[in-house]
């Protein structure tokens, strides 16, 4: 996909992990710490948390945990309110809370509620320094130690991330080269269908280097952290997922292995991997009984490189139990699980039979936070204080005042050592480094522990030595990089191209790319049979035809008798114009909402489209229409550009079925500002996020009739822009004012153009779509 890559800061980062081999480093590299499930081998820790006498603070609010290394802290959290709210990381230094930068972004057209940002954390390459991120509208960035950005995705804009209102957002996890991430996605072609899906980027240069979708249909969004391990000779990770199951995949190339479906609505608490041969999971909704499960892993092989094997739950499970969490994670000590229910307890349950062992009552509720295991204890935040604000309701994220427990855990009953009340509600997860623990909070980052650091004895498993990595064996298959890309008319891109074992493991990079030889490869599943609008040249780059028309597709790499495959778009920039006409509606709906009735696909190449629009006949013009039979889909946006466009205005022709009393939403995206109409309400509106910027003026219009809208974002020298958008009635002379005219103090830069559709009910058309440059 398109990036955003300082060329420079890419070659700073490769030798900064070059001269950082030399020895291995120490730290707190990813949220769940160094041992994957949420315990440290420090020593020297507090025993004594005291909110009012802390080591430091520092006024950086947020729901995250913090990772640590070469002495400075890395964070997510949040500044401002309303528009100008932002998000992203911060870095402190360890000993005086000094903040040494920090990179936020302005949230977008996300559907985050009652301020749930920072909900994921940073994450550490052990190898270079670097830091990733991914932000809540789906901001994804890999960071020098000091910084600077190596590149950025938008994820929203690039792959069609969603959103969702609890604004649980997944960390990211470094495995040797690669940063993988997750989150559900609604892209193109056979990525089309939303689904929770893994990513796999090259940490230096952020080029793809795979997808995988191991879960089923998602019910909800899932933050579970994958947990990384070897399984029969493969590079693996656990996760649960969006869809209620448990699944592991091929860390090195995205292949799904195995799906243990174990719920019936999406699962955000992290598994534990006890013993190399049992899974822990445990998951549960606010409305929905729940359960601890342990899991034995099954020795599969899939039968193809997309579908996991679907495993029986009955078939490997080994024990369950009542206990119960929505979102709040359990850590392994040993053969001890400890975890946070949803109703409060601290339980202790054995990890060999499930076995409830004790419980300990801190609160009322939990959400996020997970306790922490080190030095002998475990720190234990809680969402509300029970004596403090146990009224306090999930609506006022930002209020209340959590608490901090450090205990003693015993074979039979638990000891509280200390207690502390924090100025916040607890969200994020304590960490544990150099003698102290961190916890950031609604509010505050705090920080316990001596002036003097201690002498850390800390073990990092992060990233798993070369030499514990199996030797290859021989090569099977291609592996591209990028296996994703988005190129403009005439922009050329060269492939890293490796062979691969039947285990995923590298034999060696193809070194001469003028051996490896690329044809056009349409899947033979493919619903529109389509190609990219690219060739090959001499010197094996692909380059995109000068033709502006729009186009996507893939190809087939073949080398030593191997192959191996990538897909792209060319996307031509400014002008945009579609109406359709070309589309030809030789599909068939079948679903239970209406008959029969023709349609097409939209355009390939737009992102989030297939699914939530068709493109049909409305009135003898062929239309963009969305759909209504999936509830999940109700509300849609499409993006049909790149996300660096700025400075353009979008228009098109919209209408909405139904009556006076019941219409819909439609609308229009410019540079991450949304410009609708809204039926019932009868007025337009411009919004990105709908908490933070939502401001209405009266508009009168009818349903079953056409109108045109357009919008445009003027940004000035000084950063700040006006959002204008006008609507009217189609045929009618346009007016010569702007119907709405929003003034924004820190306005976006850039933004891809896009479409929205909201329909509960009544369906919305949209047609004769242009983008113009200003």
Not at 115 to 143: K, L, M
Not at 741 to 767: M, W
Request: net charge negative.
């Amino acid at each position: 996909m398109r990036l955003k890559i300082p060329v420079l800061l890419s070659l700073f980062g490769f030798f900064l992990g070059q001269s950082n081999l030399e020895a291995a480093p120490t730290g707190w590299f990813s949220w769940r710490g160094p041992n994957q499930n949420g315990t440290s081998s420090e020593k020297n820790l507090p025993t004594t948390l005291d909110a009012s006498h802390p080591l430091w603070t520092a006024d950086f609010p947020g729901q995250s945990t913090a990772v640590a290394y070469n002495g400075r802290i890395y964070i997510m959290g949040y500044l401002g309110t309303g528009p100008d709210l932002s998000e992203g990381v911060a870095c402190f230094d360890a000993n005086t809370g000094q903040k040494l930068w920090q990179k936020l972004y302005i949230d977008f057209l996300s559907d985050t509620i009652y301020t749930r940002y920072s909900t994921s954390s940073p994450t550490i390459d052990p190898e270079t320094g670097n830091v990733y991120i991914q932000d809540t509208q789906g901001i994804f960035t890999g960071f020098t130690p000091d910084g600077k950005v190596l590149w950025e995705h938008s994820l929203m804009e690039e792959y069609g991330r969603l959103t969702f209102p609890n604004g649980r957002t997944a960390s990211p996890v470094v495995d040797k080269d690669l940063v993988i991430t997750r989150g559900i996605t609604a892209n193109w072609g056979a990525q089309g269908p939303a689904a929770d899906r893994f990513y796999a980027f090259d940490k230096v240069t952020g080029q793809a280097v795979w997808a995988s979708t191991p879960g089923g249909r998602p019910k909800d969004n899932s933050y579970s952290h994958p947990v990384l391990a070897w399984l029969d000779g493969k590079r693996v990770f656990y996760s649960a997922t969006g869809d209620g199951s448990v699944v592991c995949a091929n860390a090195r190339t995205g292949q799904p292995i195995f799906q243990i479906p174990i719920f019936k609505a999406g699962i955000n608490a992290s598994v534990l991997l006890h013993k190399d041969d049992e899974l822990i999971a445990i998951y549960g909704t606010p409305y929905e009984p729940g359960q601890m499960v342990g899991l034995k892993i099954p020795h599969v092989t899939p039968t193809n490189a997309t579908d996991p094997v679907i495993v029986p739950r009955a078939q490997v499970e080994l024990w369950d139990n009542e206990v119960r969490t929505s979102a709040s994670s359990p850590i392994l000590v040993g053969d001890r699980v400890y975890v946070t229910s949803e109703v409060g307890y601290l339980d202790a349950v054995d990890a060999l039979t499930g076995k409830r062992l004790w419980k300990l009552k801190l609160g009322i509720e939990q959400r996020n936070s997970c306790p922490l295991f080190a030095d002998g204890k475990i720190y234990a935040p809680i969402l509300n204080d029970p004596g403090v604000s146990a009224a306090v309701g999930e609506e006022s994220a930002e209020g209340g005042h959590g608490a901090l427990y450090v205990i003693e855990p015993g074979d039979s009953e638990p000891k509280i050592l200390s207690h502390t009340v924090l100025d916040g509600r607890c969200y994020g997860t304590p960490t544990a480094y150099n003698g102290r623990i961190y916890m950031q909070t609604t509010k505050k980052l705090y920080c316990f522990g001596s002036a003097t650091p201690a002498s850390a004895s800390f073990e990092t498993a992060d990233a798993a030595p070369d030499d514990k990595w199996p030797a290859p064996g021989p090569a099977k298959s291609l592996q591209i990089e990028p296996s994703e890309l988005l190129l403009q008319p005439g922009e050329k891109v060269s492939f890293r191209v490796r062979e691969l074992d039947a285990n995923g493991l590298t034999v060696k990079e193809i070194s001469d790319p003028k051996s490896v030889q690329w044809a056009s490869f349409i899947p033979p599943t493919a619903k529109v049979k389509a190609k990219m609008n690219a060739a090959f040249d001499a010197d094996g780059q692909l380059v995109a035809a000068a033709d502006k028309s729009p186009s996507a597709g893939a190809f087939e790499a073949q080398a030593d008798g191997l192959k191996g495959y990538m897909r792209g778009r060319v996307l031509p920039g400014l002008p945009i114009r579609q109406d359709f006409e070309a589309s030809v509606l030789t599909e068939m709906t079948t679903n239970n909402v209406e008959p029969p009735t023709p349609f097409a696909y939209p355009p390939l190449p737009w992102i989030g489209a297939r699914f939530k629009f068709d493109v049909r006949d409305k009135d003898g013009n062929k239309s963009l229409v969305k759909t209504i039979d999936n509830p999940f889909f109700q509300r849609a946006m499409v993006f049909m550009g790149t996300p660096d466009l700025k400075n353009y205005t979008i228009e098109a022709d919209v209408m909405s079925d139904g009556n006076k009393r019941n219409m819909s939403t439609v609308g229009v995206i410019n540079q991450r500002y949304r410009v609708t109409l809204k039926g019932n309400e009868q007025v337009l509106e411009t919004t990105s996020n709908e908490e933070l910027l939502r401001v209405s003026v009266p508009f009168h219009w009818l349903p079953n009739e056409w109108y045109h809208l357009k919008a445009r974002v003027d940004v000035a020298a000084d950063g700040s822009g006006v959002v204008r958008g006008k609507a009217w009635k189609k045929g009618d002379p346009e007016p010569a004012a702007w119907t709405s005219e929003v003034p924004i103090a820190h306005a976006n830069l850039t933004g891809c153009p896009g479409l929205f559709g909201f329909s509960p009910q009544k369906r919305v058309y949209i047609d004769n779509v242009a983008v113009t440059a200003n």
